[in-house]
């Protein structure tokens, strides 16, 4: 017949396998978190880079055969996400809104040029990228000019510089509190058998074969946790793209993948390691120093 006390012992040791899977649970939750939001923070920074348009103006005198071939050509070059081309009827009934009033009925005439709205892809969004697509564009000799806000692509690319800076030493912080806090809870853990370690060493195990049992507890310990983890990750995932599609955190599922596998793997290898320095801190105390 099972003891109060034995009964008591497995309540207590239900009790702390309990709170270090909540714990690596916890903490690879976040740090999956924060695996995301990087991903995302720079889908949506080049998502915002994506907005800035460098605008085509071409001369009067341009015939459709020149846009047809201009726009062939937009369709191939790799710095090119989108375009939409405006004629100057459509450009003159935009600015009759803007200004309330028709100017073309005082001028006599519609002063505005067709011209093509051209988003760049992200990653040449920048000023010395766009000032050699504007040199190349502007070798035909049907256009008219090639503008671009040269102070909105600068501001835009400090903002950004300055936020993933703030995002990468944010992320870093608390993926080492995650770190040091799984390793606390694997180090209580250890520590409450800190006495069954040194008696094993007394009665001449080696130190491999100590070690072994518990670092394959608690591997599995932190296969649980990030497995849990990343069932909610995945929830929360689902939630996002269910409710706010706009977000698009499920547009880059590679890198999502490798979030989701690396907090997998990070439930094993910080309990490896937490376990190994844990026992082998208990292993080299003197008998007298365990208490």
Do not use: C
């Not at 009790?15 to 923070?41: D, E, Q, R």
């Not at 950004?160 to 608390?174: A, D, Q």
């Not at 694997?186 to 070690?211: D, P, W």
């Amino acid at each position: 017949m099972i003891s109060k006390f034995d009964r008591f012992q497995k309540r207590r040791l239900i009790s702390s396998y309990f709170s270090v899977v909540l714990s690596i649970f916890l903490m690879l939750f976040l740090l999956g978190v924060l695996g995301l939001f990087v991903i995302n923070s720079k889908n949506l920074t080049n998502d915002f880079k994506e907005t800035v348009p460098l605008t085509v103006y071409f001369k009067d005198e341009a015939q459709d055969s020149t846009h047809t071939a201009f726009q062939e050509n937009l369709r191939v070059a790799p710095w090119v996400k989108d375009y939409k081309f405006v004629t100057k009827e459509a450009a003159g009934e935009l600015h009759q809104k803007e200004i309330g009033e028709n100017f073309m009925e005082f001028l006599g005439m519609n002063p505005l040029l067709d011209s093509y709205d051209i988003h760049l892809r992200a990653a040449y969004v920048e000023n010395d990228s766009i000032l050699k697509i504007q040199s190349q564009l502007r070798e035909n000799p049907m256009l008219a000019d090639a503008y671009y806000d040269k102070q909105l692509v600068t501001m835009v690319n400090d903002n950004v510089e300055k936020v993933s800076m703030w995002v990468l030493i944010i992320s870093g912080v608390l993926a080492l509190i995650a770190v040091l806090l799984i390793n606390s809870s694997m180090r209580l853990s250890i520590h409450s058998n800190r006495f069954i370690i040194k008696t094993m060493q007394m009665v001449g195990a080696t130190k491999s074969f100590i070690r072994r049992p518990f670092i394959w507890k608690s591997i599995r310990l932190g296969i649980i946790g990030a497995v849990l983890a990343v069932i909610a990750l995945i929830g929360l995932l689902y939630y996002l793209d269910t409710n706010y599609p706009a977000l698009g955190v499920m547009r880059d599922q590679i890198m999502t993948g490798a979030v989701l596998i690396g907090v997998l793997f990070a439930g094993i290898i910080i309990t490896w390691i937490s376990t190994f320095i844990a026992t082998q801190r208990f292993l080299n105390l003197r008998t007298d120093d365990l208490y």
